[in-house]
């Protein structure tokens, strides 16, 4: 998995790249934003001043048709020479202000006062119409104007606010007084002094006393409260104070996030902390999907799909092709012996080195339950047998057959007598060798066995035509070449090498009791060994690298677990064939 898992590396870097240029891209395009809005702002603010001076200069000169009213001149030069008439000049001047107030159409003051030289109200129509008894000789605007100085001002009178136009009042020749041209500053007022674009708002302290709505198109609007959040700290900032004007704000709603700028006024109103408030929204982007989101048509348009589809699909084949050839194929190869195993030979496991590493552990776990069920399963079949692999094992890399050597494993208490003898039984005795006779001690006679009521030795070949056999005369003891000839029922005993039966002398039946030494052992074993092999060559099974030492060697080997295992006299193998294969089959007798 080495090529898929570089692929796999490359293509995360190449999209941890892709991201990264995203993020970074996201993050320049918003601080050129901020610093796009934030140089707005300031220009905007300084714009804001000019407008605010213009506003006033626009006011200054509609008043001058008040200033050079002769019923407005004539009044107030009565009012200054004598107080005391002011409440009879001050009927005829209130409809000669209102008259004139209302002929100023949109620039219509929402105060407009008329005073003495000495300051004092004479005539005040609009807001708190005829009242009288108060002036405004300390504001400076009024002082100056007194002298014969146009001026505006901003005045913040209780808790409203007010744009102030005053200019002097003269009658024959001198200063007779002075007219005040008073604008409220209202939502109206705001909006219709806001720039292009940008939202204006006047403060007083910490509360916001008028809010405008922003003109151009799509332009959201801030409410007042969000706007009136940051004033207690712009305020109490040093920088504030020293330049009247604050650091940009970032104002976060619940809808926009905005940037503002705050300043105080020119005029008498900023001692009272009087200001405004310039307000745009700032359009960051919060997410790197909204590049695809706000992409114009011809942004599309400008994008090479052909190139980015054939990267997409090079990139996907090769990460298929990746995986096939070290993910797909290796399970498949592995389906494949897997599914063979059906049909092959129940000892067969996978080759585990056909495999590669991350496969080879699969492999290997399957071999290991294959062994564990096959454990099990012979473990549960009690006198059924097991493989022969498991008795003969695998010598010289050699293997005998598919074949089953099985054992009856009863257990110890409970193994099955040996089946009552069948036909003739010939019972071998062990050799004995006879005693080397002392010097001068006359030969022994050689033991003669006599044969076992029943039991039939098969006849010596013949010595003469006439039919009369001559038994086999024994080995001489005494070297003088007598032989005695064997007594009648005597039980015959041998010495020196038993050769094997061969198929003249007919099968050899098992004693009762089993062999009683090595040599009849062995023939007991030629026998089973010549049995099996005849049968395998019957079922068409090869017998070439299966030699009778090694084929000894394992009898012997599982005779000595069973005796260890179940106490018994001899152990019993039997050849018999199962499912078209021969298989032995060892039974631990008792006796």
């Known amino acids: 998995m080495l090529v898929s898992k570089f692929w796999t590396l490359l293509l995360a870097l190449a999209a941890g790249a892709m991201l990264a240029v995203v993020l970074l891209a996201r993050d320049v395009v918003n601080r050129e934003r901020v610093e796009n809005v934030t ?36 009044a107030l030069m009565a009012a200054s020479a004598s107080p005391e008439k002011v409440e009879k000049i001050q009927e005829k001047l209130l409809g000669t202000l209102r008259q004139r107030n209302d002929a100023l159409g949109k620039y219509r003051g929402d105060m407009l006062i008329g005073l003495d030289i000495r300051g004092n109200v004479v005539a005040q129509v609009g807001l708190r119409e005829r009242a009288t008894g108060y002036g405004f000789r300390g504001f400076p605007a009024v002082q100056a104007a007194l002298r014969g100085y146009i001026r505006d001002d901003v005045w913040k009178i209780n808790t409203e606010v007010f744009l102030i136009a005053a200019r002097p009042v003269i009658e024959q020749g001198r200063y007779v007084g002075a007219v005040v041209h008073a604008v409220k500053i209202s939502d109206r007022l705001a909006t219709e002094l806001s720039p292009s674009g940008v939202q204006l708002a006047f403060f007083a302290a910490n509360t916001m006393v008028a809010v405008g709505s922003p003109t151009g198109e799509g332009v959201i609007k801030a409410d007042g409260p969000f706007l009136a959040k940051p004033l207690d700290a712009v305020l109490a900032s040093k920088p504030f104070k020293e330049k009247g004007y604050s650091e940009i704000q970032r104002i976060d709603t619940q809808m926009q996030e905005f940037m503002a700028v705050y300043s105080l006024v020119k005029g008498e109103a900023a001692k009272n902390e009087v200001g405004f408030a310039l307000v745009t929204p700032v359009h960051t982007m919060a997410a790197p999907t909204e590049f695809y989101e706000k992409a114009g048509k011809q942004d599309i348009e400008a994008l090479p799909k052909v190139s980015l589809i054939a990267g997409i699909v090079l990139a996907a084949l090769f990460g298929w092709m990746w995986n096939w050839l070290e993910g797909q194929r290796p399970i498949t190869r592995l389906y494949r012996h897997v599914k063979a195993l059906e049909k092959s030979d129940p000892k067969d496991q996978l080759n585990i080195y056909k495999f590669g590493r991350r496969v080879r552990k699969v492999a290997v776990a399957i071999n290991t339950v294959f062994d564990y069920k096959a454990k099990a399963l012979l473990a549960s079949m009690e006198g059924k047998g097991k493989s022969i692999d498991s008795i003969l094992g695998s010598q010289d890399g050699a293997r005998l057959s598919s074949a089953s050597f099985k054992f009856v494993e009863a257990k110890a208490d409970d193994i099955p007598a040996a089946p009552p003898p069948t036909g003739s039984v010939k019972k071998i005795e062990p050799p004995s060798k006879p005693p080397t006779p002392r010097a001068g001690t006359p030969a022994a006679p050689a033991p003669v066995s006599m044969p076992v009521t029943g039991v039939h030795a098969p006849p010596p070949p013949s010595s003469s035509a006439t039919g009369v056999h001559a038994p086999p005369p024994p080995p001489s003891s005494s070297g003088t070449g007598v032989h005695a000839p064997p007594m009648p029922g005597a039980r015959l005993k041998t010495t020196g090498a038993y050769p094997p039966p061969t198929a003249a002398a007919g099968p050899v039946v098992v004693p009762e009791s089993g062999p009683t ?43 000595d677990t069973l005796v260890a295992r179940y106490n018994c006299r001899f152990v019993k193998f039997q050849v018999y064939e199962k499912d078209g294969k021969a298989s032995l089959k060892a039974t631990p007798v008792k006796v």
């Open 517 to 559: 030494n090595e040599q009849e052992e062995q023939v007991y074993f030629h026998q089973i060994y010549e049995e099996f092999v005849a049968l395998k060559r019957k079922l068409g099974e090869p017998v070439e690298q299966l030699t009778f030492d090694r084929f000894e060697g394992t009898l012997k080997k599982n005779r």
């Open 39 to 74: 140089a707005i702002l300031y220009k905007e603010l300084a714009k804001t001043d000019i407008a605010f001076n213009l506003h006033a200069r626009k006011r200054l000169d509609v008043l001058l048709s008040v200033a050079v009213d002769p019923d407005v001149r004539s």
